[in-house]
């Protein structure tokens, strides 16, 4: 480029375009090929460019200058190519040469709509990818979607996750505001939370083999989604089996309060204001809506009914999890959080909805393990046998197991406290067994002792009933015999 404007400057026009001509007819014969990768395809981001900077910006630490930042509320750094320096990329054992060029300019003339910072970063940015002539049927079949497949994934590793909630005051402007966001920091996992390692396990693999499943997906011609419903008594991990899910597969969590939603446009707006790769959480459904009372469907299918009560009703819903709506995204996983499975409604519970429906029980004692090692830092211990006993035979969840872990540093002390917790639940869950038996068998009792003195009434209700039947049928036949000149009964 220094070379090229020297020559503007001191040669003259006529020699300029000699040279520019014989530069022309040189390049026409050398091997080499140069693509230019404009920043900009109109007023739309380059796909091309967008994936090239982030596969290109694994690649730099050969060079010399590097350009580095880190978003607001971002915990990664991004590294990125800088202005004019050249990276050297081998694919397929071919070499393909890369060049960032970056040219200043009069910010006015660059703005653009789509990109809100044109107007101050004053520049045009583009890449230069060189290569040889013959690869170039390589470049566009196998190197661009190689390097396209690439930066997703990348930018997948570095993404810090997000907890999105409804910003109601923004719900009616732009789709994309619909939604407020802040960084997911929920340090759980599969190794941390107190789940059985079979249930655990059958989890996993139902994730793995959900997200390698995008070509079976559209084969099978299913909209590439998984439902999953969590139920089980408060303090189970439900919660926790979310974010743990989250930070496996690195997607972000869209958590939708229903009761909030005053009907079902806005739920289906909502809905596709959310991303690919994401978890739409709604929590206790049970609670949030009568989903299950389909009258108030009927009412809002009324025209004459003015009423401004809440009415997301349960197709709504289900038009999004299983209907046309369904198709509007992919790689969503949606989970649903109940105490009560029996209080939903069956429609929202069979296959294509809920595809899977995970049961939170109390602590196990493989669960009590994990938690001992996490909030204590022991494997074993001799009073762990003890503590095991008491679990299998005593309803306690996780949350109230870590509670009484949380109470001492010290493991000998934590344990026994937790072990006297235990003993304490176990003696009150006994009394009140003991309670229940009493009041049955009193209500039992009760029940026999109204059905013995309703006997006799029993007994005389049918001796009066027969006599009543009897009399009728003679009276039925002194009607149609009255040719015979006697009556039945006569003496």
Request: hydrophobic share 35%.
């Amino acid at each position: 480029m220094v070379f090229r404007s020297v020559l503007q400057d001191f040669l003259p026009y006529e020699a300029q375009q000699i040279f520019v001509l014989n530069s022309t007819l040189v390049q026409s014969l050398l091997p080499q090929m140069t693509m230019v990768i404009d920043e900009f395809d109109g007023i739309a981001y380059n796909q091309i460019f967008e994936a090239a900077e982030t596969y290109l910006g694994s690649k730099v630490y050969s060079s010399q200058r590097l350009r580095v930042s880190r978003p607001a509320k971002e915990r990664k750094f991004n590294i990125n190519v800088e202005r004019d320096q050249e990276i050297v990329d081998v694919f397929r054992g071919v070499k393909f040469r890369w060049l960032l060029i970056c040219i200043k300019t009069d910010s006015r003339s660059i703005y653009n709509p789509r990109d809100f910072n044109s107007t101050i970063r004053s520049e045009v940015r583009s890449f230069e990818l060189s290569f040889h002539k013959k690869h170039l049927d390589m470049v566009l079949n196998s190197y661009f979607p190689y390097i396209l497949k690439e930066s997703v994934s990348l930018i997948q590793e570095k993404k810090t996750l997000k907890l999105f909630t409804v910003d109601f005051e923004k719900m009616f402007g732009k789709m994309t505001d619909a939604w407020s966001s802040i960084s997911l920091d929920h340090p759980s996992t599969f190794d941390t939370i107190a789940m059985d390692s079979e249930l655990k396990s059958k989890i996993l693999e139902d994730l793995k083999r959900f997200v390698r499943r995008r070509d079976y997906y559209k084969k099978v011609g299913k909209a590439w989604k998984r439902g999953y419903l969590l139920y089980g008594p408060p303090g189970t991990g439900k919660s926790s089996l979310i974010a743990a899910i989250a930070n496996y597969l690195n997607f972000d969590i869209y958590d939708l309060e229903l009761t909030e939603l005053r009907c079902n446009s806005e739920l289906r707006r909502l809905l596709l204001a959310t991303a690919n790769r994401s978890i739409l959480v709604v929590e206790d459904i049970d609670c949030t809506i009568q989903l299950q009372d389909r009258s108030a469907e009927s009412q809002v299918m009324n025209p004459r009914s003015f009423q401004f009560e809440k009415q997301v009703t349960l197709s709504g819903l289900l038009n999004f999890i299983d209907g046309l709506w369904s198709s509007c995204g992919d790689e969503r996983i949606i989970i649903f959080t109940t105490n009560h499975k029996d209080k939903l409604d069956p429609a929202l519970l069979r296959p294509g909805r809920m595809d899977m429906h995970i049961h939170m029980s109390y602590c196990t004692p493989y669960g009590f393990k994990i938690l001992a090692a996490n909030y204590l830092g022991i494997i074993n211990h001799y009073l762990f046998s003890y503590i095991e006993n008491l679990i299998q035979t005593t309803e306690v969840t996780p949350a109230e197991v870590a509670e009484h872990l949380l109470q001492s540093d010290e493991p000998e002390k934590a344990l026994t406290d937790l072990i006297k917790f235990l003993e304490v639940k176990k003696e009150e869950a006994r009394v009140q067994k003991e309670k229940e038996e009493l009041e049955e068998e009193e209500e039992e009792e009760e029940e026999e002792e109204e059905e013995e003195e309703a006997k006799p009434e029993k007994e005389l209700e049918l001796q009066q009933g027969g006599s009543v039947g009897e009399n009728d049928e003679v009276m039925m036949m002194n009607k149609r015999m009255p040719q015979l000149g006697f009556t039945l009964g006569d003496g």
